[in-house]
C-alpha cells in the first residue's frame, strides 16, 4: 500500500479535526486582512480637519479586538493541524516500521540499513512538512491574495489593483516551473543522506575492525568525500531557490515605487484619501509574505512528493515469504519431526545496481538487483529427524548447513514437497506458527541494547526470573553473569558489544532455552567457546531438551557425537568420490 492511502485513511478517521483547522486558518486570515483596513480609518480619522476622538478610540479598539482575536485564531489552527500533521508522521512511520517487520530476508540484504532509517526517519519527516506548513502556505496564499484584493479594489479602483499585482501571476508561473527540477535535486539530497548514514552506521558497527587495521583516517577520508557530495547536491538545490526570493522582493520594489508616485498623485488630487493609500501600500505588504512563500512552498511540496516516492519504494516491496500459500487452519504443530525429501536450493545471486537515475518518478537509493544465474546451494539432501530426537550436520564451509536451518524457520524458502515440520510441508505452515515453535540461534548472535536479564526473556515479558536463571544455568553463563558489578541487570550495549564472544553466545543460547520450543536449532552458535565449556553445555541441554527436536550445525566432532544422528554435508569435489553421487554441493 501506498503511503498516500495511509495518509488518506488517516484523514478519513480524523477529518473534522482538519477541516476545522482549514477552517481557522481562513477565519485567521479575514482577521488578519482587515487590520490594513483600519489602520487607513485611523489615519483618515486622525486626519480630519476635526478629530473625533470618540471615533479614533472606536478604531482603536476594533484594530486592538482583531488582532487578540487573529491571535487566538492562529494559535488554535496551529494546534490542530500541526498537531494532526504531528500525528500522521506518527502514523505513516508506524505503517512503515510494521512492513519492515513483514519483509523478507533478502530485503534487508539488497538493501543498507542506512539508507532505511534515512526513509523511516527524514524522508516522513519531509512528508509531515508537506502536509503541514506547505498545504496550509497555499491556503495563506490564495485566502490572503484574494481578500487583500478585494479590500484594495475597495479603497482605490479594480484597474489600480490590477495594475499594481500585474507582475504576480509571471513570477508564480515561473517559480511553479521549477518544481520539477527541484525534485530532482532533492531527491539526490535525500540519497547523499542516506549515503552518510549507511557509513556512520556501518562504521559504529565495525568500529573494532577499523582500529584494528588502523584505518581511521582512510575512513574519515570517505566519509569527508560523502559529505562533500551532499554539500554539492545541496548546493544545487539551493540554486534552484537563489532567484525566488529576490524576485520576489524586486517585483514588489518596483510595485511599490511606482504606487508611491502613482499613489501620491492621487492623494494629491484627491481622488483617494492618504488613510486609503497607505491601506493599498499594506496590503501589497500583506500579499508579499504569501507570495514570497511560495518558494518555500515549492521547496517543502516536491521534498515531500520525492519523499513519499522514497517511502514508497519500501512500502510497495513485498515479502517473498509469506502466509499466501499456507494452510491457516494450522494453529500448531502436533510434532517436532524434520523430514528433508531430496532437498535443493539455490541462492539468486545479487549484485548492486550503483548508477544513478535523474528520473522524477524514481528513487534510485534502493538498490535495484540484476538476475543472474542460480548458485545451486545445497543438492539432493534427505534425511529424517524423529520428534524429540537430534541431529548433527557437519561438512565444509560453505556446504549449506547454516541454509538448512534457515529453510527451517522459512528464512529463505525451499519449493514446496522438499522440506516437512510435524508431518506437514513447512511452506504451508504459518509463519507464527512454525516460528513459535522453533528456538534458531544464529552464528552470528544478535543481543539489544537493554539488560541480560531482558535479552533472556526476549520471547516473552511474562517469563519469570526464576526461569531466566535456569536457562542461563543450562546455558553455562550464570556464573559469568553474576560477576558483573550490576548482574543480570548489566547493560550489554549495542549488538552486545561490551560482552565477549562466548558470552554473547550463551545469553544467546539462554534466550533460545527458556522459550522451551519444540525445535531447537544450534547454528554453530558455540564456535567461540572452548571445548570443555561445549562439552558442558551439552550435557546440560540434554535435561533442557527433553523431547524437543534438535538440530545441531557444528564443526567440531565432540559436539556431533551428543546427536542421534550425523549429517555430512560434502563438498562439489567430495561429491565426486560418494557412491550415490547425491550430497549438499556448493555449485
Not at 519527516?125 to 484584493?149: C, E, K, P, Y
Request: charged share 20%; glycine share 6%.
Amino acid at each position: 500500500m501506498r503511503s498516500s492511502r495511509f495518509i488518506l485513511n488517516y484523514y478519513k478517521k480524523h477529518w473534522p479535526r482538519y477541516f476545522m483547522g482549514l477552517v481557522l486558518v481562513v477565519v485567521a486570515t479575514f482577521f488578519t486582512t482587515q487590520i490594513p483596513l483600519y489602520l487607513g480609518l485611523s489615519i483618515d480619522a486622525l486626519n480630519a480637519k476635526n478629530i473625533d476622538l470618540a471615533n479614533v478610540q472606536n478604531i482603536a479598539l476594533t484594530l486592538g479586538i482583531i488582532s487578540v482575536m487573529a491571535f487566538l485564531v492562529r494559535f488554535i489552527w496551529r494546534y490542530l493541524i500541526l498537531g494532526f500533521c504531528r500525528k500522521i508522521e506518527f502514523y505513516l512511520r508506524e505503517r512503515l516500521f510494521e512492513h519492515l517487520q513483514k519483509l523478507s530476508a533478502d530485503f534487508y540484504v539488497k538493501n543498507n540499513t542506512g539508507d532505511i532509517i534515512t526513509r523511516a526517519i527524514v524522508d516522513i519527516q519531509a512528508v509531515r512538512m508537506m502536509l503541514g506548513f506547505a498545504t496550509i502556505a497555499i491556503l495563506d496564499v490564495v485566502v490572503t491574495t484574494s481578500m487583500s484584493l478585494l479590500n484594495m479594489s475597495a479603497v482605490t479602483n479594480p484597474m489600480l489593483t490590477f495594475l499594481a499585482i500585474t507582475p504576480v501571476p509571471i513570477m508564480i508561473f515561473v517559480i511553479l516551473k521549477v518544481r520539477l527540477m527541484v525534485r530532482s535535486r532533492y531527491t539526490k539530497v535525500q540519497e547523499a543522506i542516506s549515503n552518510i548514514s549507511s557509513k556512520v552506521q556501518e562504521n559504529i558497527t565495525g568500529i573494532r575492525v577499523i582500529k584494528a587495521f588502523s584505518q581511521e583516517t582512510r575512513e574519515a577520508e570517505t566519509f569527508s568525500d560523502l559529505s562533500s557530495k551532499k554539500v554539492e547536491a545541496e548546493i544545487q538545490l539551493a540554486r534552484a531557490f537563489s532567484l525566488i526570493g529576490p524576485s520576489v522582493q524586486l517585483t514588489f520594489g518596483i510595485v511599490f515605487s511606482v504606487f508611491l508616485v502613482v499613489g501620491g498623485t492621487l492623494v494629491a488630487q484627491g481622488t483617494i484619501t492618504l488613510g486609503n493609500y497607505v491601506s493599498f501600500n499594506t496590503y501589497l505588504m500583506l500579499i508579499m509574505g504569501p507570495v514570497g512563500n511560495i518558494g518555500r512552498i515549492v521547496d517543502r511540496w516536491q521534498r515531500g512528493i520525492a519523499s513519499m516516492r522514497r517511502v514508497d519504494k519500501i512500502l510497495l516491496e513485498a515479502p517473498t515469504i509469506d502466509d499466501s500459500n499456507a494452510d491457516l487452519s494450522i494453529t500448531e504443530l502436533d510434532s517436532g519431526e524434520i523430514k528433508a525429501v531430496n532437498l535443493t536450493f539455490s541462492y539468486e545471486s545479487i549484485s548492486e545496481d550503483t548508477s544513478e537515475s535523474t528520473s522524477e518518478d524514481t528513487a534510485p537509493n534502493l538498490v535495484d538487483t540484476e538476475q543472474e544465474k542460480p548458485c545451486e546451494v545445497i543438492k539432493d539432501v534427505n534425511f529424517t529427524i524423529p520428534s524429540g530426537g537430534s541431529i548433527a550436520m557437519m561438512g565444509p564451509t560453505g556446504c549449506g548447513k547454516s541454509t538448512i536451518a534457515a529453510l527451517l524457520t522459512r528464512i529463505w524458502r525451499c519449493d514446496d514437497g522438499m522440506l516437512f515440520v510435524g508431518g506437514k510441508d513447512v511452506n504451508t505452515i504459518p509463519l507464527k506458527v512454525l516460528r513459535e515453535a522453533c528456538a534458531y540461534v544464529p552464528q552470528e548472535c544478535f543481543l539489544f541494547s537493554d539488560t541480560i536479564m531482558e535479552n533472556i526473556r526476549f520471547y516473552d515479558k511474562n517469563i519469570t526470573d526464576e526461569q531466566v536463571l535456569d536457562a542461563a544455568k543450562a546455558a553455562n553463563v550464570h556464573e559469568n553473569i553474576l560477576e558483573f558489578p550490576l548482574g543480570y541487570g548489566t547493560v550489554v550495549g549495542e549488538r552486545g558489544m561490551t560482552l565477549s564472544g562466548g558470552q554473547k553466545q550463551r545469553i544467546a543460547l539462554a534466550r533460545a532455552l527458556v522459550k522451551k520450543p519444540k525445535i531447537l536449532i544450534l547454528d554453530d552458535c558455540m564456535s567461540a567457546l572452548d571445548s570443555e565449556t561445549e562439552k558442558k553445555i551439552f550435557e546440560n541441554l540434554k535435561s533442557q531438551i527433553s523431547g524437543c527436536t534438535a538440530v545441531i550445525v557444528t564443526h567440531r566432532s565432540s559436539a556431533a557425537t551428543l546427536a542421534d544422528v550425523v549429517l555430512y554435508l560434502s563438498s562439489d569435489e567430495d561429491c565426486k568420490d560418494m557412491e550415490s553421487g547425491k550430497c549438499d554441493c556448493l555449485v
